[in-house]
T-cell receptor, first 114, second 112 residues
């Protein structure tokens, strides 16, 4: 079965600093990988996804992630944090044999300090 | 375009009471899901419906039942609520294939 581990339940950065949220996956077959963002009292919104093809994936709000098979990682980055980026971020994985079902990580709460 | 609509948004139940959480999507998606979100545990799959007429258990199905009423609607029922079911519940839907979900805005349930 596939699984996801997000390293760091809380990450704090200064406004304008690099954002790096870490995600490692475990899967015996090629994975499909996703990052979602959740703002307070809201549902989850898709930031970006990797299915096949280019390993560097660009998403909304200036975020991007790189699929690295050798490291089983899919870390989320943004060059310059903005106050509005403060939210909880979830990494998720699915595989062909699971249909469309996603398995989520435990989430990383991002705080952006002025 | 409403996407995925969940009702109610908030609910307080007493232990032993029953209730049904409603979910509807207007995107003609095949698959629908119910997750619960608890602090530090991410989202855990309760039940899912890969297509109209089918339902399957997820990771944490105990204490819940579901009905896929038609392609649009997927309801979650708590027959006898317990304090351990205090959580935020999310409904989601997807097209066939690994393209990700569209989520509803959630139902915050408290069982006292």
């Amino acid at each position: 079965a596939q699984s996801v581990t997000q390293l760091g339940s809380h990450v704090s950065v200064s406004e304008g600093a690099l954002v790096l949220l870490r995600c490692n996956y475990s899967s015996s077959v090629p994975p499909y990988l996703f990052w979602y963002v959740q703002y307070p009292n809201q549902g989850l919104q898709l930031l970006l996804k990797y299915t096949t093809g280019a390993t560097l994936v660009k998403g909304i709000n200036g975020f991007e992630a790189e699929f690295k098979k050798s490291e089983t990682s899919f870390h989320l980055t943004k060059p310059s944090a903005h106050m509005s980026d403060a939210a909880e971020y979830f990494c998720a994985v699915s595989v062909e044999t699971s249909g469309s079902r996603l398995t989520f990580g435990e989430g990383t709460q991002l705080t952006v300090n002025p | 375009n409403a996407g995925v609509t969940q009702t109610p948004k908030f609910q307080v139940l007493k232990t032993g009471q029953s209730m049904t959480l409603q979910c509807a999507q207007d995107m003609n998606h095949n698959s629908m899901y119910w997750y619960r979100q608890d602090p530090g545990m991410g989202l855990r799959l309760i039940y899912y419906s890969a297509s109209e007429g089918t339902t399957d258990k997820g990771e944490v199905p105990n204490g819940y039942n579901v009905s896929r009423l038609n392609k649009r609607e997927f309801s979650l029922r708590l027959e006898s609520a317990a304090p351990s079911q205090t959580s935020v519940y999310f409904c989601a839907s997807s097209v066939k294939g690994n393209y990700g979900y569209t989520f509803g805005s959630g139902t915050r349930l408290t069982v006292v």
